[in-house]
């Protein structure tokens, strides 16, 4: 499914396409005689995400949404599919396969990533002039020891951290979480990215300062001319900076995406019915209605043994027979592309008997 309905001229930044990634789940060591199984995180993905895009990932825990997002940037190994950077799959860069003429390093700076735990990344026993300084030196710049200072100084006033020079001599323990997310903020984008993975960047923060930090994210995109994508388990939250930065949802279930489109058609005209569970599911949106969750089961599936068909039919409210036994494909919508047979008014969907819960 694609994150560009209406496509365009020129080459995506990142064009992922039918992205598989399977685990392995090997038995413990007391497990005698047990088999390997097969963890099918992500199944079949495929989108674009253009110059200064935004797409944001949700779904509950263990949907596949972080898997997809550092396989997107190249920290993960597809199982199978294609991954591009500007039409190079990054794969065959890497592996000495392609005649580019770029390399895995340049792919590489140009893929960053924003962790939830931004303190876990940054160096304790290093002050903050000098972790930020190692992206300026991987990148080769030619600069002198007073240009990184200076750029470094810039870039901690830009996002807030002032003065920039007392900031810089500090250690990562003197800083609260939302200065250490600005932190891993300035290094990713002291490496001139053109894609930020920015991965439940804000949900370890207080919420009177998400806002804050998804407005920063966004001024600075319109800066450093940078894509994101923003993986969030708060539809609000994506919703929030889908809406500002112009772009699209993508909602996940079981490695597979279910319905993508622009924020308020996500919001408010959802088409598949997870996407209308999430939304049930979020207070902030103001949208809940009273009474059971529009679903027949709570559970999520065994990912190492997917339903058959479509993966939502054992929990959907709308499911019939001829979702047990195909999968759907994905129907256009206006903005919307949607991994339902309700969307086609022909399918045999529509005379098959409803499943019994």
Not at 154 to 164: D, F, N, Q, Y
Not at 258 to 285: Q, S
Not at 302 to 323: I, L, M, Q
Request: overall charge negative.
């Amino acid at each position: 499914m694609s994150s560009n309905d209406a496509g365009t001229d020129s080459e995506p930044v990142l064009s992922l396409s039918d992205v598989e990634v399977h685990f392995e789940n090997r038995p413990g060591l007391l497990d005698f005689g047990g088999e390997t199984q097969t963890v099918r995180a992500v199944d079949g993905v495929s989108f674009d995400l253009e110059e200064r895009d935004v797409l944001s990932l949700v779904g509950e825990s263990g949907c596949g949404k972080t898997t997809l997002g550092k396989t997107s940037i190249g920290l993960q190994r597809p199982t199978g599919g294609t991954v591009k950077y500007r039409g190079h799959d990054i794969w065959k860069v890497r592996d000495g396969e392609s005649d580019a003429d770029i390399t895995w390093d340049e792919i590489r700076q140009s893929l960053q990533i924003i962790h939830q735990d931004p303190g876990s990344s940054l160096n304790p026993n290093r002050r903050l002039i000098s972790i930020l300084s190692e992206p300026l030196r991987l990148t080769g710049a030619d600069l002198s020891r007073g240009e990184r200072r200076e750029r470094i100084y810039g870039l901690l006033e830009h996002v807030g951290m002032t003065p920039a020079s007392d900031f810089a001599d500090r250690y990562p323990h003197e800083l609260s979480g939302g200065e250490k997310q600005r932190v891993a903020l300035c290094r990713a984008l002291l490496m001139n990215p053109d894609v930020i993975l920015a991965d439940e960047a804000i949900s370890a923060l207080d919420v009177s300062l998400r806002v804050e930090m998804m407005d920063l994210m966004l001024d600075l995109q319109e800066e450093f001319d940078t894509s994101y994508v923003f993986i969030s388990h708060d539809l609000s939250n994506a919703r929030y900076f889908t809406q500002h930065g112009d772009g699209k949802i993508g909602v996940m279930y079981l490695g597979e995406l279910a319905e993508i489109g622009p924020a308020e058609d996500m919001v408010n005209d959802p088409h598949h019915p997870y996407t209308n569970v999430l939304r049930w599911a979020t207070p902030d949106l103001s949208l809940r209605e009273a009474g059971e969750p529009p679903m027949r089961k709570i559970d999520i599936p065994d990912p190492v043994n997917p339903p058959s068909g479509c993966r939502f039919h054992t929990r959907c409210p709308e499911a019939r027979e001829a979702c047990r036994q195909e999968s759907p494909p994905d129907y256009q919508h206006n903005g919307q592309r949607v991994a339902c047979f309700r969307e086609d008014d022909d399918h045999e969907y529509w005379d098959s008997p409803e499943l019994a819960d």
